[in-house]
Structure formats: structure tokens, C-alpha cells
């Protein structure tokens, strides 16, 4: 009997870390990079800034790689994968209209690379800033 009871704490707290999942993604579904800035922003509970989101995005952070070693200093062309030399499309959406489009995709990159550039996840109001600034860059 006192075997189930981790097991049922463990559920209850599974359980309801997917409620909280799903409550708090405004993202999830959102499938324009305007939407995700809006969910982004809205889970921040802040404005994002553009000019924090480009300080974010070229600056280093303790590591060897700024978000701009693989994706340039302006993301309005190819990039190249400092490691594997890879190459990257556009970032920007009016470079690349297929960026931002998925909710899913977006948080997975923005997960890893942060991850690789800051040395953990992203905050909601630091993807929103640099999103801020990428729907900024126009041609």
C-alpha cells in the first residue's frame, strides 16, 4: 500500500505540470510569427523591446557562440552552423516566410539553441524580444 503512494504524487504532479503546460503556452497553435510574439509576450506579461532582443541575439554570454555566429550579425540571409557549417536559412520572416510559422518548431530552436548560447532556456520575454527584432528586419 505505501508503494502507491509515490506513485500517485508522482501522477498528481505529472498531471498537473500538463495542465500547466497547456494553461500557460499562449504559443501553442499560434502559427505567425506576429502570434508568437503575442503569446511570448503575453506569458512575459511585459512589451518586448527590439533593441534588447538584437543585444541579445549578437551578443556572447559566457560561451563561445552568439545566436549571430551561426545566423550573422543581420539574419536577413544564409547562415552557416559555426560547428558543422551547416548552412542556415534566412531567420528573419520577411527573409523567410516559413520561420515563426509553427509554435512547435519555434520553441524546439529556440530551446537548443539558447541552450548552446545562454546555457539554458530562454525566457519568454527574451524570445519575444528577439522575435520583436526579427519581425522588425524588413528588405
Not at 536577413?76 to 520577411?94: C, D, E, F, N, V
Not at 537548443?112 to 520575454?125: P, S
Request: hydrophobic share 40%.
Amino acid at each position: 500500500m505505501s508503494l502507491l503512494k509515490p506513485h500517485r504524487s508522482t501522477c498528481r504532479r505529472s498531471a498537473a505540470a500538463w495542465i500547466a503546460a497547456i494553461v500557460i503556452a499562449p504559443t501553442a497553435g499560434a502559427s505567425t510569427p506576429a502570434g508568437l510574439l503575442a503569446g511570448y509576450a503575453g506569458e512575459a506579461g511585459a512589451a518586448p523591446s527590439p533593441e534588447r532582443g538584437q543585444s541579445l541575439f549578437n551578443s556572447r554570454h559566457g560561451r563561445d557562440w552568439s545566436c549571430a555566429s551561426c545566423h550573422g550579425a543581420a539574419p536577413t540571409g544564409p547562415g552557416r552552423h559555426a560547428a558543422t557549417g551547416k548552412p542556415i536559412a534566412a531567420l528573419a520572416p520577411a527573409f523567410n516566410p516559413e520561420r515563426f510559422t509553427d509554435a512547435a518548431k519555434a520553441d524546439k530552436w529556440f530551446r537548443r539553441n539558447c541552450n548552446d548560447v545562454v546555457g539554458r532556456e530562454c525566457t519568454a520575454a527574451e524570445k519575444a524580444d528577439v522575435l520583436s527584432w526579427l519581425i522588425k528586419l524588413k528588405p
